[in-house]
């Protein structure tokens, strides 16, 4: 099941707990840098699996596109597909909020994940982001039939 909140909302939580596990506590980000300024302006996507938190993600608007971040899965719930229905229930909000087009900044390990699923490398080279490499991409989003 994955539901969406807003910060003020209790399920915020437990985003902010799977981002901490994946990125603070295995990649070994900062929290400073993990949790920063663009909480308030993001919807925060959380799959759960009966009733507990092994998913999280957010959903923000960037001139005028939909800027997906902090994609993460527990790493014992990896390679199931969960990545994907995340990314599919984000999609289909941002339709819903008129966006014609998501955005994101993938680490270059997950590239190949995003590209599955419709993404275009935008950037030409890779980047640092958090000390990580990461590359550009983005999707054209087409309402579903």
Same mark, same amino acid.
């Given at each position: 099941?994955?539901?969406?909140?807003?910060?003020?909302?209790?399920?915020? +939580?437990?985003?902010?707990?799977? =981002?901490?596990?994946?990125?603070? =506590?295995? +990649? +070994?980000?900062?929290?400073?840098?993990?949790?920063?300024?663009?909480?308030?302006?993001?919807?925060?996507?959380?799959?759960?699996?009966?009733?507990?938190?092994?998913?999280?993600?957010?959903? =923000?608007?960037?001139?005028?596109?939909?800027?997906?971040? =902090?994609?993460?899965?527990?790493?014992?719930?990896?390679?199931?597909?969960?990545?994907?229905?995340?990314?599919?229930?984000?999609?289909?909000t941002a339709l819903k909020r008129?966006?014609s087009s998501t955005i994101l900044?993938? +680490?270059?390990?997950?590239?190949?994940?995003?590209?599955?699923?419709?993404?275009?490398?935008?950037?030409?080279?890779?980047?640092?982001?958090?000390?990580?490499?990461?590359?550009?991409?983005?999707?054209?989003?087409?309402?579903?039939?």
């Amino acid at each position: 099941m994955i539901k969406t909140f807003t910060t003020n909302e209790h399920g915020f +939580q437990d985003a902010l707990a799977v =981002r901490r596990d994946v990125f603070v =506590r295995e +990649q +070994q980000i900062d929290e400073s840098e993990e949790i920063d300024g663009n909480e308030d302006a993001s919807l925060h996507f959380v799959l759960y699996d009966n009733g507990i938190p092994v998913a999280a993600a957010r959903l =923000r608007e960037v001139n005028g596109e939909g800027k997906v971040e =902090r994609v993460c899965v527990l790493s014992s719930y990896r390679k199931k597909g969960l990545g994907e229905k995340l990314m599919k229930a984000m999609e289909e909000t941002a339709l819903k909020r008129s966006f014609s087009s998501t955005i994101l900044y993938a +680490q270059t390990q997950a590239e190949d994940f995003y590209k599955k699923l419709g993404y275009n490398t935008t950037s030409k080279e890779p980047f640092l982001d958090a000390n990580i490499p990461h590359v550009a991409m983005k999707k054209v989003l087409k309402p579903s039939t």
